[in-house]
């Protein structure tokens, strides 16, 4: 009898789909031309994110631990953008909202696991810039390039072990006659409120995992930055202490930008009943297009090496 239900569950599930809103209480015209706005930006992201790994893959001086990470973190962006953008412009310009079972899976699996990619090649850079200005000696025999690759893939694969049961657990429940997803993709906490039976667990190990991956990496980041504010605060010079924070500014920046507005989407999600639904889902498109956006931006504008590659590439000046 269990493999029968199972049966026809699968059965189900291979015809089953998703109607995704878009941005639920904003008029479809108005969806029609705030899409260009979302349009312009992913480009932006796009053709950042790919001349920043080609400027580090063709400069040798570049591969150092810092611009490493900031390769993975380029990945990273690509894939969170690429996961939502061309089906939310879809919904938004083609009103193409209906989405397949397994794919609104997989996109659950790509945002949670690459958000959780992203928070820990943060983590990782903020250890970088710690050792690069507290063991300024030390720092190219601690991070070497087979060191850093490590960590990488220790990021990756702590995204893909925790996120994967996410799919697994919600693909194994039955779902109710409603297939609509007030969103614009499809989310974790979203899919489950379609659920019809006991989501706790499913629940619970989803607030597990969200504070145990973002809890512990910016615990990580604020002790790299206390370590790091104590030891510029002694350095005995004030153009040496100026410079020092320069170098860790394009990560703070960078910092603020993905995880104010992660907290904001996550919070809202589980507790904040009395926030608009239109200001809920606004934030939570643009926290997985924003920070891919700003990250090539902000680190083109304020690394020097970066910086001058791109306007010699454009120029066509020779190095």
């Known amino acids: 009898l269990h493999t029968d239900i199972m049966a026809d569950n699968h059965s189900h599930f291979q015809h ?12 479809q015209n108005a969806q029609f031309w705030i899409a260009f706005p979302f349009c312009a930006m992913y480009i932006v992201a796009i053709l950042g994110n790919i001349t920043l790994l080609h400027v580090i893959r063709i400069d040798h001086t570049l591969h150092e631990p810092m611009y490493l990470f900031l390769a993975m973190l380029a990945i990273t962006d690509l894939v969170l953008s690429s996961s939502t953008q ?5 919904i938004f310009w083609f009103h193409d909202h209906e989405i397949e079972y397994h794919a609104c899976l997989i996109q659950v699996f790509f945002i949670h696991t690459f958000s959780s990619v992203e928070s820990g090649v943060l983590m990782a850079m903020a250890l970088d810039r710690y050792v690069a200005i ?56 979203a899919v489950l409120k379609l659920v019809c039976a006991d989501t706790r667990v499913n629940r619970g190990y989803g607030l597990f995992v969200a504070f145990s991956v973002v809890g512990f990496d910016m615990i990580v980041i604020s002790i790299s930055y ?19 924070f320069g170098t860790c500014a394009s990560h703070i920046c960078v910092i603020l ?11 809202t999600h589980r507790f904040g009943h009395h926030v608009p639904q239109v200001v809920h889902i606004m934030v939570a498109n643009l926290y997985l297009l924003v920070p891919p956006m700003l990250n090539p931006i902000i680190y083109g504008v304020r690394t020097k090496q970066i910086r001058d590659k791109v306007i010699q590439g454009c120029c066509g000046k020779d190095p």
Request: hydrophobic share 50%; aromatic share 10%.
């Open 257 to 267: 930008a993905f995880y104010i507005q992660a907290l904001f989407t996550f919070l």
């Open 16 to 27: 089953l789909y998703f109607v995704l809103t878009g941005i639920p209480g904003l008029e």
């Open 134 to 189: 507290c063991f300024p000696l030390q720092h190219s025999s601690i991070l070497t390039p087979s060191v850093v690759i490590k960590l990488g893939a220790v990021v990756l694969m702590r995204g893909l072990l925790l996120v994967s049961p996410f799919c697994f657990m919600v693909s194994r429940m039955p779902f109710c006659d409603s297939q609509v997803i007030p969103q614009s993709y499809c989310e974790h906490m």
């Open 86 to 90: 061309p089906k939310m412009l879809a």
């Open 226 to 244: 206390v370590m790091i504010l104590r030891a510029v605060l002694r350095l005995p010079s004030g153009e040496a202490s100026l410079k020092a």
